[in-house]
């Protein structure tokens, strides 16, 4: 019998720390049963910004929902991946009833359920996370403010000086060129509060009608401190999927090397299972296929050169050879989120130019694209499809595939969009495409 909160069975979880290591009862019972169960196909979600165990629980048991009747007489396993990230709670998670969303106080006050995951996900934080808190609801007028309220966002997610550490935090990398602090936590915090302001009344209009108001730079603060938050759960995506994920996968390999993996992550979750590909152990081709559904890192990431700058590459050039079979990258134009949100965001990486005049087009075109608004960039040979070819036709065997998922992708409001509408029957069919599962 399948777990009471899970739609499928087998089905385990792998719980991951912040340094990546693993629950090892959780590790061993996988690698002890997942032979016994005759398992031959084993599907390994990770989810991005689901703040606790049961959020993910939710989001895996209604996407795995389709599973067995879209592929029989498939030997179909489950894994899913949960790992410390959080989640602000007046954004949507999959299958969630809106109505909770709905009783979320107005922006810029931080809620008791943000507060918590705060507390939880940056522990021995409390002073500083009260004192943001309490910044937010007295909303002081001084710019001085604004700066200390900078302060304490990187003093809560502890920039990461240059070094390895850095490049779990990086999507793209120059040669000879350290790894800085994200410009939007080292440059002036009044600038970019005001800029975040705008873009967030650019985002909930409507028609754009609140674009021409006076922002107030407390909504842009309560923006900062979200995206303070994604750049630690950003670099922690990375940590968790190379030193984590990826080593169990070996371990997987080395005691059941006739299991065929499946890796779909959503968000910064598709960042973790790339990531994971980074630590497979040489020699480990167990990997049949990547699914990245609305993956919020660098459409650059796998690139070996970047088109703006020919001396950087991005930080998992090459890792899609580590599948063998196809990496496919679903995105959608309805996700603001990584549309609008993300590079507004990717300044982080040192963008002198400012973005007030809202060119989204200008901002997307060069280089702050994610992965889940546009694909997969700059890599020979990468395919492109619509989901209704996808569906009808033969992946390519191997290399990059980009899929443009917008006819179902679509659902949601501001500010977010469709970031997290990804539990379709026609996703699950994706993805057992792209790993030849029948």
């Not at 777990?3 to 002890?32: H, I, K, N, Q």
């Not at 302001?197 to 985002?203: D, E, V």
């Not at 989901?387 to 992946?395: G, N």
Request: charged share 20%; with cysteine; net charge negative.
């Amino acid at each position: 019998m399948a777990d009471p909160a899970m739609s499928v069975t087998p089905y385990w979880e792998l719980t991951f720390d912040a340094d990546g290591d693993p629950d090892t009862g959780r590790r061993d019972r996988l690698l002890a049963q997942v032979v016994a169960r005759g398992v031959k196909d084993l599907v390994v979600f990770s989810h991005g910004w689901n703040s606790d165990r049961s959020g993910a629980t939710r989001l895996y048991s209604h996407f795995f929902a389709p599973f067995p009747e879209l592929a029989p007489a498939a030997k179909l396993g489950y894994v899913g991946v949960v790992w410390p990230s959080m989640r602000f709670s007046d954004e949507p998670i999959p299958d969630f009833p809106r109505a909770v969303a709905a009783e979320m106080p107005p922006r810029p006050v931080l809620d008791k359920d943000t507060r918590h995951a705060l507390l939880e996900t940056f522990p021995g934080r409390a002073t500083v996370i009260d004192r943001l808190a309490r910044m937010l609801d007295q909303q002081p007028r001084e710019e001085a403010e604004l700066e200390e309220f900078g302060r304490l966002v990187r003093l809560l997610v502890e920039v990461v000086p240059p070094g390895p550490q850095a490049l779990f935090a990086a999507d793209t990398l120059a040669e000879g060129v350290p790894q800085d602090e994200p410009e939007i936590l080292g440059g002036s915090t009044a600038t970019v509060c005001e800029e975040f302001a705008q873009a967030i009344a650019h985002l909930e209009g409507p028609d754009g009608a609140r674009e021409f108001a006076i922002p107030n730079p407390w909504d842009g603060a309560h923006e900062l401190l979200r995206q303070g938050t994604y750049y630690a759960m950003k670099r922690r995506a990375g940590t968790v999927g190379e030193r984590g994920l990826g080593r169990v996968i070996g371990q997987l390999a080395e005691r059941a090397p006739g299991v065929r993996v499946h890796l779909v992550g959503h968000s910064f979750g598709g960042r973790l299972v790339s990531f994971a590909l980074r630590g497979l152990p040489e020699g480990v081709h167990t990997v049949k296929s990547v699914t990245l559904l609305q993956g919020a890192f660098s459409h650059y990431a796998f690139a070996a050169r970047l088109p703006h700058d020919t001396r950087a590459g991005g930080v998992l050039q090459g890792q899609q050879n580590r599948v063998d079979g196809p990496l496919v990258c679903c995105y959608s134009s309805h996700d603001s989120a990584l549309g609008t949100l993300y590079p507004l965001a990717s300044r982080m990486a040192g963008d002198a130019q400012g973005v007030a005049a809202f060119d989204i087009g200008r901002m997307l075109g060069a280089k702050w694209g994610a992965m889940g608004h546009d694909g997969v960039q700059a890599v020979p040979g990468t395919k492109a499809l619509k989901l209704a070819d996808a569906l009808v036709t033969q992946l390519p065997a191997k290399g990059c595939v980009n899929v443009d998922v917008a006819a179902v992708v679509r659902q949601g409001g501001p500010p977010s969009g469709a970031h997290s509408d990804i539990c379709h029957r026609e996703l699950a069919r994706l993805v057992l495409a792209a790993g030849r599962i029948h």
